[in-house]
């Protein structure tokens, strides 16, 4: 079976690379592909659970359509990018996995394509 890493390294609003890459996870699904996604940097702010962006800015939450990859696809959240950005994890969406370097590095190795949107 292919497989691939989508990665999110940008904020989930004023930019169209989160729910980009939250669809290439969706449609690499759709196809058979096992896609699954990885926020670092600021791109972890799309795992934010109770978000309403709708009341705010009018753009669609982010945290639940990123639930429609579970449980075919898993979400990966890079340690250091949630410490440099003090955000713990009961803030989180509850499909994350939290991933160190090295975890990250066996996971970019076990991948037959990366994107990065």
Same mark, same amino acid.
């Given at each position: 079976?292919?497989?691939?890493? +989508? =990665?999110?390294? &940008?904020? %989930?609003?004023?930019? $169209?690379?989160? *729910?980009?890459? +939250? ?14 996604? #990885? *926020? =670092? /940097? ?5 795992? *934010?659970?109770?978000?309403? %962006?709708?009341?705010? +800015?009018?753009? %669609?939450? @982010?945290? $639940? #359509? ?12 890079? *340690? ?5 950005? /003090? =955000?713990?994890?009961? $803030?989180? @969406? $509850?499909?994350?996995?939290? @991933? ?6 066996? +996971?970019? &190795?076990? &991948?037959?394509?990366?994107? &990065?949107?």
């Amino acid at each position: 079976m292919q497989s691939a890493l +989508i =990665i999110i390294d &940008k904020a %989930p609003y004023g930019h $169209e690379n989160a *729910l980009s890459g +939250i669809y290439i996870a969706l449609a690499g699904l759709d196809k058979g592909i096992h896609a699954d996604i #990885l *926020l =670092i /940097g600021d791109g972890v702010y799309a795992a *934010l659970k109770d978000q309403s %962006p709708e009341k705010t +800015i009018e753009y %669609p939450s @982010v945290s $639940e #359509l990123i639930y429609s990859i579970f449980p075919e696809g898993n979400l990966f959240i890079h *340690l250091d990018s949630l410490t440099q950005r /003090g =955000i713990e994890y009961g $803030e989180l @969406v $509850e499909i994350v996995e939290i @991933v160190d370097d090295k975890t990250l590095y066996n +996971i970019l &190795k076990s &991948k037959n394509h990366i994107i &990065k949107v």
